[in-house]
């Protein structure tokens, strides 16, 4: 069994990270640059930085936020939100990214996951999908422009195809468990695992250390995303990490990370 990965995640507005329930009621949490660099120091896997407002404002990523934060860092980095082009991934990237999110852009146009996986190679383009249930349809579907927008886009469908077309990896959110520290949407993750051959990170939900077990054992998430239980010093990445291999699940070590560069 490959490693698990433990990853923290930036939900950036307007220069400052925020924490909601559901994707609304959002509260300040603090710094990206001091969050960034306490996490790069206690051993945090990677760091998914996302500009949760961009595609609904219909504007590009905040550049000099994911400059100042991809200096402080020495792990690999994610940035999401208003990625709409090729170019967009370029800046991105030679802003200090290792990797590049794509949610409301790749729905509107798939092509540009096919685009970006052979400009910069599958690894670079990960494909984040908002998946909410709908209890009438008895399946998830997509949300986009930070989940405002319903789609009629079957999520086990959009992530069998976003894979087909090159994305590297799957960050899958609940929308139904965000925010909510009850555990992630272990069936969803679970469903998603399954259809692709590449890594979904889970999202969405934690709220204790043994939901990281859950998600990776009965979820088969190959990653875990946290926000709330980490930003407000709930418990460490060192916690849960020591948790986990406690209860027989390889993780990373601290203090081994090194980041391989795109460009």
């Known amino acids: ?28 949490a603090g710094d990206p640059v001091e969050l960034a660099k306490m ?17 609904k404002e219909g504007r590009e990523t905040m550049i000099d936020v994911v400059r ?9 980095f994610t940035v999401g939100g208003g990625i709409r082009t090729l170019e967009d991934m370029k800046r991105i990237l030679r802003s200090g990214a290792d990797k590049v999110s794509l949610n409301t852009a790749a729905v509107l146009n798939p092509e540009l996951i096919q685009k ?35 789609t ?8 069998k195809r976003a894979v087909s077309l090159g994305a590297g990896e799957i960050l899958l959110t609940s929308m139904d468990t965000d925010g909510g520290k009850k555990g992630y949407d272990v069936a969803l993750t679970r469903v998603v695992s399954e259809v692709v051959h590449v890594p979904v990170i889970a999202s969405g939900g934690a709220g204790s250390i043994e939901d990281f077990y859950t998600v990776f054992t009965e979820g088969k998430a190959d990653a875990a995303l946290a926000a709330s239980i980490f930003h407000y010093r709930e418990t460490s990445i060192e916690a849960v990490k020591t948790f986990l291999v406690g209860k027989g699940v390889p993780v990373r070590e601290l203090g081994i990370h090194r980041r391989e560069r795109a460009l």
């Open 39 to 55: 996490y790069d120091r206690h051993g945090a896997d990677e760091l998914v930085f996302l500009d949760i407002s961009a595609s």
């Open 68 to 76: 100042s934060v991809a200096s402080q860092l020495a792990i690999p």
């Open 152 to 159: 009629e886009l079957d999520v086990l469908t959009w992530a």
């Open 116 to 150: 970006g996986a052979a400009y910069f190679g599958n690894q670079c383009i990960v494909v984040a999908i908002d998946a909410k249930w709908d209890e009438e349809k008895g399946t998830w579907f997509v949300h986009t422009h930070g989940g405002n927008v319903r």
């Open 1 to 28: 069994m490959l490693a698990k990965r433990i990853i923290p995640c930036l939900d950036v507005k307007d220069g400052r990270v925020v924490k909601g329930i559901q994707f609304e009621q959002l509260k300040d």
